[in-house]
């Protein structure tokens, strides 16, 4: 893989998958925002400069370090189902789980409400000033950089199909290339009018009124009710202690639990001595992750609506029974959620401040383009995050009015004691759908077993593991290796680069920071 040296910085750092971003969150920094403005204000920036990624018409996560108080807080800002999202609707319209897109799989965005509670909550700034970075890049342009530029090049066929999403997105009838500059002149007038008028326009006021007006032409499910309830939770994060440390994620409604489940099944193995990314090593971990996985697929969902408290995934009994049905020689085909006791388009970005504080952040469109929707004259995609929910009866991720859909999004955080007090170490993330939570573990086993350092640990080749036997792994993982695997039972498969994710992470020192960001992606790690 193509290696990046690791970045330092005395007093702050941002870490985005796309340099204007970077420099964005940066420049809020050196003017007296903290690392939550700066945050935001990068998010902004890549909702205009990675518009298939992420965006207003999304939802978001965050995992915030507040230095002053010494203590983590969480957000789930994700939207829920319209009111009239049933599942004998969707049945009968031909709803496809996992993969929707269309009008179908709109579900109430949550973005916006998250970026205002987090500013007002804990930043130095207001939404307005956060968003000037923003607004000025979508007015007057920019560069397109080149990773971006072949995804978007790739859903020009799918862009066509929404003649405001074409009108948008694809100036002159086609995808902007490389280094061609690209405006969005209606997302800067939406975004100029949140910042004079506040968020209020989105969630019931006039621009709520044209969105909803959209939807309900086409026949979806969000009413402009469904917007004016919508609000972001704050959440307790979930951990459980790792190498001397103790690994944080956000509970249900999404996928973090999966991470921590996967590291609490690896415990008792010797990964080291198996070696980095051999036959052993790699087996085990995709065993693992099956475990993990089945165990999202019929115990995770809106937290409301559980079947059992989320902590019983990662109980001794329950990891047990777990770990006792990974074969250490063989693939498992088919692999059952454990006993009932009572695919994604991504940014993930972080962004840490001289006064300490740490911000783990990530935001969806859910596809690329999300739905494929853009009410006319707005300048954004609505997401396609119902495309999380199930059809299947009884599962705390069926679709039901008013519900959270599983979320793929999932922030990171790490922690260590010092002297007797729990203190933030490092924020991380790795976008990529279903990749996520598989992704967050293999970089933590790099840096915490393997001792690379934080970009190393980010440029190491991945797997991904998919269904059955299905595993792809990246190029630098050897011939050796995959016949060793493919005689074990598994089914490798070829996938793109963009398919292992993209991820950033920022780690605390004793004095300063140091910070990776994925070269899977166009962004940098920058600070001052």
């Known amino acids: 893989m193509a290696g990046r040296s690791t970045v330092y910085a005395p007093n702050g750092m941002v870490a985005t998958s796309q340099p204007l ?35 207003i018409g999304g939802d978001m996560f965050a995992i915030v370090w507040l230095a002053r108080e010494q203590r983590l807080v969480a957000l789930n800002a994700s939207g829920r189902a319209g009111s009239l999202m049933t599942r004998e609707t969707l049945q009968a319209r031909g709803f496809r789980a996992g993969s929707q897109q269309g009008v179908m799989s709109v579900t109430v965005p949550g973005a916006l409400a998250g970026w205002d509670k987090l500013v007002r909550t804990y930043g130095k700034c207001t939404l307005a000033q956060v968003l000037q970075p923003a607004i000025g890049y979508a007015r007057d342009g920019f560069p397109v950089s080149p990773i971006i530029a072949a995804q978007w090049a790739n859903e020009v066929a799918f862009l066509q199909r929404d003649s405001a999403a074409a009108a948008t997105y694809l100036p002159g009838g086609r995808a902007p290339k490389a280094g061609e500059w690209f405006r969005n002149a209606d997302y800067a007038r939406t975004l100029r009018t949140i910042a004079d008028s506040g968020i209020g326009t989105f969630y019931g006021g006039s621009l709520g009124q044209r969105i909803v007006a959209r939807i309900s032409a086409l026949n979806g499910f969000v009413t402009l009710n469904d917007l004016r309830r ?19 994620e956000l509970p249900p409604s999404n996928q973090g639990i ?5 590291l609490r099944i ?7 001595a198996m070696g980095h990314n051999s036959p052993a090593y790699l087996h085990h971990l995709i065993e693992a992750k099956k475990l993990a996985y089945a165990d999202l697929d019929r115990f995770v969902g809106d937290a409301d609506h559980l079947a059992m408290p989320a902590s019983q995934l990662l109980t001794d009994e329950f990891i047990a029974e777990r770990r006792s049905h990974l074969n250490p020689q063989r693939a498992q085909e088919r692999v059952d959620p454990g006993p009932l006791r009572t695919k994604s388009e991504t940014v993930y970005l972080t962004v840490a401040d001289a006064e300490g504080n740490m911000v ?54 790490v922690t260590q004691t ?3 007090r729990e203190q933030a170490y490092m924020s991380f993330g790795l976008m990529g759908g279903g990749v996520q939570a598989q992704g967050h573990v293999q970089f933590l086993l790099n840096h915490f077993v393997f001792g690379m350092d934080v970009q190393e640990a980010i440029d190491a080749p991945r797997f991904r593991h998919y269904d059955r036997q299905r595993v792809a792994l990246e190029p630098p993982i050897g011939d050796g290796v995959r016949n060793a695997l493919v005689g074990m039972g598994h089914v490798l498969i070829e996938q793109p680069t963009i398919a292992f994710g993209g991820a950033q992470a920022i780690v605390r020192l004793a004095r300063g920071f140091a910070a990776g960001s994925d070269p899977r992606k166009d962004g940098m790690a920058v600070g001052y």
Not at 23 to 51: H, M, Y
Not at 230 to 248: C, I, K
Not at 258 to 262: D, P, Q, R, V
């Open 21 to 55: 971003a970077s420099a964005a969150g940066l420049e809020i920094l050196r003017r007296g925002g903290n690392a939550i403005d700066a945050a935001v204000s990068a998010a902004a920036v890549l909702s205009v400069t990675e518009p298939h990624m992420t965006g």
């Open 230 to 248: 919508n609000a972001p939770e704050w959440v307790t994060p979930m951990s459980v202690p790792f190498q001397g440390y103790r690994v944080w």
């Open 258 to 262: 999966a991470a921590l489940e996967m």
């Open 266 to 272: 690896l415990e008792p193995y010797d990964l080291k």
């Open 360 to 413: 783990s952040f990530i935001n969806s469109i859910y596809d690329y383009f999300g739905s494929g929707i853009v009410v006319p004259g707005t300048g954004f995609a609505l997401h396609n995050r119902g495309a999380g929910f199930t059809l299947t009866e009884g599962l705390p991720n069926t679709v039901a009015p008013g519900k959270r859909p599983f979320h793929t999004l999932i922030p990171g955080f």
């Open 418 to 420: 010092v002297n007797g």
